[in-house]
């Protein structure tokens, strides 16, 4: 097979998920890590709340869910 051609494009398509090395963890401090945590749980409870006005609001016959 000969090389490719000067100018072609070599870029190669990203790996699958999973398919690569796992990435190195960096090494965090203390800090850094209670940062990290209260973001999740922030991000949780913005869920949690999302999906309890979503119930309430079918459940009161203000908002409907798609039909398939």
């Known amino acids: 097979m000969s090389p490719p051609a000067e ?3 070599n870029r190669r398509a990203p790996p ?4 690569g090395a796992p990435h ?3 090494p965090t401090t203390p800090r850094q890590w209670e940062a990290r ?6 991000r949780l409870a ?3 709340d999302g999906y309890r006005d979503l119930i309430t609001d079918v459940t009161e016959h203000r908002r409907r869910l ?3």
């Open 37 to 42: 945590i209260h973001l999740h749980w922030s």
């Open 46 to 48: 913005e869920l949690t």
């Open 7 to 9: 100018g072609a494009n």
């Open 16 to 19: 699958r998920r999973g398919g």
């Open 24 to 26: 190195p963890i960096e």
């Open 66 to 68: 798609p039909v398939w």
